[in-house]
């Protein structure tokens, strides 16, 4: 199986890629909308995007790349995150790493280092590279990302990374989902969970509550549901639905039919049915 991620290697979505990779073998990109585009145009078998966080919420990029490309879903993989400060020694002036890594310790800059800058690049992985080219840039990312203390940390300024600080994320519930994506001729109808795209192409009172009504009527329950705007005229939006029914199931496909009905003007999306994988960070 090729899988491809979020690069370099390192990053939180290479941790949680690993768990489906056949001998660890990942690729990376340094964007979610190049790592849907190589599944979807064939060059890989699987992709492993973040799509949420519980401090930050959605990755917007990458839902917006599944309602854009033909792929499908196929597992869900949830890791805790701990982040870890990480630097060449205790001084430094910039904080470098992926923008929801830096928001989720936001609490804890602005306590401890409310006078360092802070510099998002593409991937936690990135930032921890920044740390080790320059001793004025301290990272944010996996604590793996340094030699533990006492065995391999090394000198300040010698381009070994040390772990300034760990869990300095602001909540300890801190957790990512990341989703695996496929070609979309693998689209499954099995597994606990679907998650759909659902474009109205129309805008009248009640229609997000008949859409949500077609769930409630056959008592499945949404475990998310997000907007994003359709790119097509300022408050034109696409839903996008997570829930926990699988396609297999009769109850799912009349929804879903109800929901064609209330989006005739525009489309539903069916990125596939899905298990849950739990991988320890
Ligand atoms: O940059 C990374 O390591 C990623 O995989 C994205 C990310 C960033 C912060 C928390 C979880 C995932």
């Known amino acids: 199986m090729q899988v491809v991620t979020l690069g370099p290697a390192g990053t939180y979505s290479h941790r949680a890629a690993g768990s489906i990779a056949d001998d660890g073998a990942v690729s990376f990109r340094e964007s979610v909308t190049g ?16 799509v949420e966080n519980s401090i930050e919420g959605s990755v917007d990029e990458s839902l917006d790349a599944l309602a854009d490309r033909a792929v499908s879903v196929v597992q869900e993989v949830v890791s805790p995150i ?28 602005a306590e ?11 991937s936690t992985a990135r930032g921890v590279e920044r740390a080790r080219e320059d001793p004025s840039v301290a990272a944010i990312g996996h604590p793996a990302n ?5 065995q391999g940390a090394g000198e300040d300024g010698d381009g070994t990374l040390q772990r300034i600080a760990e869990n300095i994320q602001d909540h300890d519930s801190n957790a990512t989902r990341f989703l695996v994506v496929a070609p979309e001729s693998e689209r499954s109808e099995a597994g606990g969970k679907t998650s759909i795209v659902a474009y109205p192409g129309a805008n009248y009172p009640g229609l997000l509550l008949e859409l949500l009504e077609s769930f409630a009527d056959r008592d499945i329950n949404l475990t998310r549901i997000e907007s994003r705007p359709s790119g097509r005229r300022l408050g034109d939006y696409c839903f996008h639905v997570d829930f926990e029914a699988g396609l297999y199931e009769a109850r799912a496909q009349e929804a879903l039919a109800e929901i064609e009905e209330v989006c005739a003007d525009g489309w539903v999306k069916r990125l596939g049915s899905y298990d849950t994988t739990h991988v320890v960070g």
């Open 35 to 50: 790592i849907v585009a190589a599944v979807a145009d064939g060059e890989f078998d699987r992709g492993g995007v973040p």
């Open 146 to 150: 340094a030699g533990s203390p006492g």
């Open 82 to 109: 701990r982040h870890a400060l990480l630097a060449q020694g205790p001084e430094f002036s910039t904080v470098a790493s992926h923008p929801q890594a830096l928001a989720q310790c936001r609490e804890y800059l």
């Open 112 to 122: 401890h280092y409310p006078d360092v800058s802070q510099e998002a690049v593409a």
